[in-house]
């Protein structure tokens, strides 16, 4: 069977045109969790210890960019101190809801020489009830009683192997990083004293202990446990900076509603030196997309769209994304009664007729209605 094409000449309209409401809400208070079961052991040189650090490792790579920014929704990572018996879609996926997370990562390490090989797979579960009142990942393009939405690029996604340096392992086991201090108080509007003895993450404290960070900087943070809170230092940077962990923090920013930090973890991973035609790229691009739209950056969110199409232009993903962009652009041109809408209309029905209709049929009801409501403002 022929796979659906895609004409490449992309007719998109040079628009500047008043802000079209596309439903994506507005970040508020809920909370965006990853949940990261135990590193499951490949290797019999590894021990429950350096599994646990390693997690811990990780998912310390992606808090430092959990600074709240205004209007942001909060964000946590839940360590479960055991692994998962699977990897399969469905077990992360009960894995997200049992912990109200969107986000479940499954790792593997193995040992070497030089330090570890990790392989991660990220799940985002379907969506539940999970306890948020403004989801944002999914952009909702309405128009006249008509709509058409457009979900996150994948759910199920193998990550390429992740190396953490021996150095980086042994750097954690010293505890300098691992100690948490206490203080006088929970802020810093004035500097905080140190009073009472420090803990050590998995030492005193187990490292799957439910945290909060109530600041955080360059080098340090705030940590709340329990009652108290805590100083915790950081190292200057990572303490690990490679793509993967850039791509699933830039996921959960997106979903946290903090686009700018998210749009900056997502153009690291572009600019990591992977291979342009990886489907982490790919995928990096389809968000940085999405991420466009909900800012109405209509020159990057064309740019973005182009560079997918250019790596694979039959990527389902790619089109979804694609077509909903044509839809947006035409949405705003009709609204502004832009002549701009006859030519973005002649491109989506030129692309349709090389799709079967049952293809074309989630698109249908909004494109009459864009048509229509284009004719009355010739």
């Not at 309405?142 to 457009?150: H, P, S």
């Not at 980086?168 to 108080?185: H, M, S």
Request: hydrophobic content about 40%.
């Amino acid at each position: 069977m022929r796979r659906f094409g895609l004409r490449l000449a992309i007719a998109f309209a040079a628009l500047s045109l008043p802000t079209l409401d596309h439903a994506a809400a507005e970040p508020g208070h809920d909370q965006i969790s990853v949940v990261i079961p135990a590193v499951q052991k490949r290797s019999t040189s590894l021990t429950d210890a350096d599994a646990a650090l390693i997690s811990y490792i990780l998912a310390q790579s992606m808090k430092r960019h959990f600074l709240r920014s205004e209007g942001s929704n909060r964000s946590a990572i839940i360590l479960v101190p055991a692994p998962v018996q699977d990897d399969r879609p469905a077990t992360l996926e009960k894995l997200a809801r049992i912990n109200g997370a969107q986000i479940a990562l499954s790792m593997k390490a193995f040992h070497q020489l030089k330090g570890a090989l990790i392989d991660i797979i990220m799940v985002i579960p379907e969506p539940y009830r999970d306890f948020r009142t403004d989801p944002l990942e999914v952009l909702d393009l309405k128009f006249e009683g008509a709509n058409l939405k457009l979900d996150v690029p994948s759910r199920y996604m193998s990550f390429p192997t992740v190396f953490l340096n021996k150095e980086t392992i042994e750097l954690y086991k010293a505890d300098t990083y691992r100690k948490l201090c206490p203080l006088d108080r929970c802020d810093s509007d004035r500097p905080p004293k140190g009073v009472g003895h420090c803990k050590v993450l998995g030492a005193d404290v187990s490292f799957a202990t439910p945290t909060r960070y109530y600041e955080m900087g360059r080098t340090e943070g705030i940590v709340r446990l329990g009652d108290t809170c805590y100083r915790q230092q950081f190292p200057g940077t990572g303490p690990v900076s490679q793509p993967v962990i850039d791509f699933v923090t830039g996921v959960e920013r997106f979903f946290a509603g903090d686009r700018p930090a998210a749009k900056e973890r997502l153009d690291a991973v572009i600019s990591s030196g992977l291979s342009k035609t990886s489907n982490l790229i790919i995928q990096a691009y389809l968000y940085l997309v999405r991420i466009s739209i909900q800012t109405n950056d209509l020159d990057d969110a064309k740019r973005y769209v182009k560079l997918a199409l250019a790596v694979n232009s039959k990527d389902p993903s790619v089109l979804e994304t694609y077509r909903f962009l044509q839809f947006w652009l035409l949405a705003r041109a009709v609204q502004s009664r832009s002549p701009e809408s006859v030519m973005l209309i002649q491109s989506i029905e030129s692309d349709f007729e090389e799709q079967p209709k049952m293809f074309r049929r989630p698109y249908e009801a909004l494109l009459t209605q864009l048509k229509a409501k284009a004719q009355e403002g010739r």
